[in-house]
């Protein structure tokens, strides 16, 4: 689908170059949060000859063309997600493993107007922390739960 623009955050057109739409495609299939390195490779099954710099430069483009999610403060490094509904993240301290949550999974969350008047908030987001189910149950770890 080469030929395809967004508008990036300074009004500029980009391409979807070949490249740039497997990595979207790919991440978009995933819903481990992988990071940078995870994706690489994920996406050298489809382009073998594709370097983790050229993954890295598009996931940067991609996330400043606000078609993808960019995760920091969760386990340490950049993590990067497909799905750009609202959303909450929560992080299992044990395995690392990253897992959404939709707004109507968690309850008693205030609505962000009430910062009517003292903040301009233009979004929000929600990072929870403890342990997954797994994890919780002192089952067996196992890679990405």
């Known amino acids: 689908m080469q ?17 740039r739409r497997v990595i979207w495609d790919e991440l978009r299939k ?12 994920v996406v050298r099954r489809a382009m073998p000859g594709i370097s983790l710099g050229t993954v890295y430069r598009n996931l940067v483009v991609l996330w400043e063309d606000g078609r993808i999610l960019r995760l920091e403060g969760l386990g340490g490094r950049a993590r990067y997600d497909g799905d750009i509904r609202p959303h909450h993240h929560a992080l299992c301290l044990r395995c690392g493993r990253i897992v959404d949550l939709m707004p109507s999974q968690v309850a008693g969350v205030g609505d962000p107007r009430v910062l009517d008047g003292v903040f301009k908030a233009t979004g929000w987001r929600l990072d929870f922390e403890g342990l997954c189910p797994a994890c919780a149950g002192n089952e067996p770890e196992t890679p990405g739960c």
Request: aromatic fraction near 0%; charge should be positive.
């Open 30 to 41: 995933l819903r481990t949060h992988p990071s940078a390195e995870e994706l690489h490779v």
């Open 3 to 19: 030929g395809v623009k967004a508008m990036d955050l300074a009004g500029k057109q980009r391409r979807m170059t070949r490249q």
